[in-house]
């Protein structure tokens, strides 16, 4: 029996389209809260909004790239504006480049995960912490084990370590207007940036201490507690959701 820890709470998941944003998108919708989800593939979006439909949830989708902060404050504004306030902000853009060697990565290619990674969620933090002070809201980022271990990835992994700076510094400055701010960082999720590679995805769930790579919906649940009052003398962490991946140490990436 799902609770109803969002009853009258108003979301904006962006990256709601697929993935963890979806699953996000459900659990916080299932638990009770109105959403908007913000995605650059509006088409997914549009979808995601049609199963939440079904279930007889208020949902709307706005197109938005993170990489462009005219979008995000428009994004930001249109949900506000159709939820009439903003109780939650989850940030779920992100991605990879796969595992470059670090004497290859270009410029470019640190632009590019720095603007997806980092920027994205200033851009996304900028616009709607005004609204989460007047709500006394929160906000729940997702980074990545990659900013907490040395997996690879520099330009990801650099990425992903600001965000959980970035996610303390902000916790100590809008504690005091009641304003939490948390990050969740997952292992190995079941997405569909791993389709390519099912093999790899085998090897890496046996090297897990739990014996399998997570699912969206792992994350969703701990999306779900940080942003519910459940949590709500909880700010300035970046949880670990990775099935034990931490607590083996290296031992567990051998696969
Ligand atoms: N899947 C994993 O194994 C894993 C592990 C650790 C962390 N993460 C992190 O979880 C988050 C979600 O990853 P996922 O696996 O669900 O990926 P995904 O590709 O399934 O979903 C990402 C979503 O973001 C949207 N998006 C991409 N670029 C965008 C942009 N510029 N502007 C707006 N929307 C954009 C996509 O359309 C998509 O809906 C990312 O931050 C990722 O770094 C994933």
């Known amino acids: 029996m799902p609770s109803d820890r969002f009853a009258r709470r108003r979301a904006l998941i962006t990256g709601g389209g697929h993935g963890i944003g979806r699953a996000c998108a459900h659990r916080l919708a299932d638990e009770g809260a109105r959403v908007v989800l913000a995605d650059v593939d509006l088409e997914a979006a549009e979808k995601v909004v049609a199963e939440l439909v079904e279930k007889d949830v208020e949902a709307t989708a706005v197109g938005c790239d993170v990489t462009d902060t005219a979008s995000v404050d428009a994004a930001v504004a249109q949900a506000v504006e159709r939820l009439g306030g903003l109780d939650v902000l989850v940030h ?41 002070v007047q709500t006394r809201g929160n906000a729940v980022m997702i980074g990545s084990v990659n900013g907490m271990v040395s997996v690879g990835s520099e330009p990801y992994s650099a990425a992903k370590a ?17 304003v939490r701010i948390n990050l969740v960082a997952p292992g190995t999720i079941r997405t569909r940036v791993w389709d390519h590679q099912p093999d790899r995805m085998e090897r890496l769930a046996q090297s897990y201490p739990l014996g399998r790579i997570g699912e969206p919906e792992d994350i969703a649940a701990a999306v779900a507690y940080l942003a519910s009052d459940d949590a709500s003398w909880v700010t300035g962490i970046s949880l670990p959701v990775e099935g034990g991946a931490l607590a083996a140490g290296p031992y567990a990436w051998r696969g």
Request: hydrophobic share 35%; charged share 15%; no cysteine.
């Open 92 to 132: 779920t853009v992100g991605g990879g480049l796969g595992h470059p060697d670090f004497l290859r990565t270009s410029d470019d290619d640190w632009h590019q995960q720095l603007e997806l990674n980092l920027m994205g969620v200033v851009r996304s933090l900028r616009a709607a912490l005004p609204h989460l």
């Open 162 to 178: 600001g965000l959980q700076n970035m996610t303390h510094n902000l916790a100590a400055e809008y504690g005091p207007h009641g």
